[in-house]
């Protein structure tokens, strides 16, 4: 793909977002960004500008940054560095003895991508155009130093510009904040072997050949985390996910999230001088374990390599990851039988009422169940209770299956016709809420208990 081709990428995913665009505080003069207008398809460079910032504003601002990802020859590997946690100056700068970053959450103690922000100087084509391909591989030169240099395959392949709000969670606790569009680049090494690199500049001297089955595993566990950063968040819900202790450290003053040292990641808790982090089967590996959306990037680059690599298959996970993956991942063709049963009854019910409802949302009776005959609302409210207490463990079953799936349309014809959703169908859909926020108000609002009972 061409310089521009990636530029027209990263003007589109900008657009995408403007709405949304949060600026706050004032520009520094120190470094340069990107302007963009409201409407506009491009992105004018800037620099030395101090003037303040409003998400209001008809004019916005984004830096632009590249992320270089780096897979072993046989995409079994990817080299991740490890974000320094600790304040700048304080002495032991490279050990856990040192002075932990306790200022906002910066994704210190995180593994991540090398990568950072485009360099106006050097990072140019022809002395004119700025690439940010050479700034994928210059920040891959400064971050991850070996003694002979990474030998890699060929030219780094780009696979998308990455923008939204939510994907970098530093903007909500700081007064300043101008939002980073990330261009994506990833590469394979050309030998085999993991050569041994050492982490610089804000690596804090560790840089790590981390298993794709660790890669894989977080993914499969907080996939609807990382898909909600393309459907973005409510306020509260952002809010929500920013206090979860299951997938951050948090302060316990602030309740907000916190940097970590190198003894709380849970990957490189055991990791000792070994520069390759290997799956561990009874391992627990945490959301908060990587930093902003790159497990995300890393599963989408490996499978574009594989895909260029003449339809090569999917390296086969491990059984636990395969079981911790099924586990997360809602299959809507359940929903689809559970639904399908329940049109079945309300055939057999005469319930028509329900047999309606089910069928405005789109869905069809299964072959050779007829539709009940009409006279179902002149039958009374008690026989109305009577039938639909019949059915009660196939609705909260099907309650459930629509909270796990997002599946709203369902919740409103059930609720509709007077079925109240059981408290663990409420459940399901609060440890999905960062996709499905409506759910959640939707279910508790019906209320709990009722005819139909958990």
Known sequence: MTNHEVSDAVVRAVAGQFAVLKNRGHLSPEFGYFRVRRGGQSLEAVTGLACPLSDDSDTKYVAIAADAIVFSSDLRHVLLVFRCPHKRGSPHSDTDRATLDDGWFHYKGCLSTPGGFINFNTDVIDGRALDLRETAERELREECRTSRGLALEGAFHFCGAEFNLYRDVRWSGSTHHVPTVAAVFATVLKDDGLPRVRGADDACGNAYWVSL????????DHWHVYDAFNDPFTEDSFAEFLADPALFHLDPTTGKPRNILKCENSILVDAAD?????????ARYRYSDFAFDHVRNIVLARDRLLAERNGSPLPQPSSAITARRQEALPDPSHLTHLVGALITWASLAHNDVLFDALLKRGFAPP???????KGFRARGRDADAADRAGCEELVGHVFEAAAAVGHTSVVEALCGVGFVPPQRAVEVAKRRKEVFDGMVGMLERAGSGGLVKS
């Open 274 to 282: 070994d520069h390759v982090l290997r799956y561990r089967e009874n």
């Open 367 to 373: 072959p050779g169940v007829p539709v009940p005959q």
């Open 213 to 220: 089955e660790i890669i894989e595993e977080v993914y499969a």
